[in-house]
């Protein structure tokens, strides 16, 4: 029953955020700045790297991003965030966050050759706490822990370099 539950819970945010993609796609939708708040805490289970918690962070600008293996505009942004997180600029400044209960993180994260720090969150409760709505989702958090934008969508090593400007 709980696994049905989850299942339809995790088909039901693969909808909406496709209707959200959709309608920043066309441009009906500003997906700028959202409405500054303290970000939530992290999950505290890391699948990669080490737990991070928002505590470790402060004083940087970060971009925490919601993915899922099963999410298929994941695998397309998945070498842009790698080499975002590579570069000079995205050095020590992206968490990825799995947004999934399958485990299927592994696979995924070996086939992007992901290296930055990866928490687990299965019963989605920080992707609840976050707002996230559709995956993949890129929440920019300013240095003092606040959150200065959600950008729902596949994203580019530019955009990601752009909304930690804009968070700095």
């Avoid at 505290?44 to 899922?68: C, K, M, N, Y």
């Amino acid at each position: 029953m709980m696994v049905r539950l989850i299942k339809h819970r995790f088909a039901l945010r693969v909808a909406l955020g496709a209707l959200v993609v959709a309608v920043v796609t066309a441009g009906l939708l500003e997906h700028g700045p959202a409405t500054r708040r303290r970000a939530p805490a992290l999950p505290s289970r890391a699948v990669v790297g080490r737990p991070v918690t928002l505590g470790d962070l402060r004083g940087h600008a970060e971009a925490v991003v919601f993915w899922s293996p099963t999410c298929t505009p994941c695998h397309q942004e998945a070498p842009a965030i790698e080499r975002f997180a590579q570069s000079p600029a995205g050095r020590g400044r992206v968490i990825g966050v799995d947004a999934d209960y399958t485990g299927g993180w592994r696979a995924f994260v070996r086939s992007y050759h992901w290296t930055f720090p990866v928490l687990a969150d299965p019963q989605l409760s920080t992707t609840d706490a976050y707002g996230v709505l559709g995956l993949p989702t890129t929440v920019f958090v300013d240095p003092s822990g606040h959150i200065v934008a959600v950008r729902p969508g596949p994203q580019t090593a530019a955009s990601l370099a752009h909304g930690l400007a804009d968070a700095a």
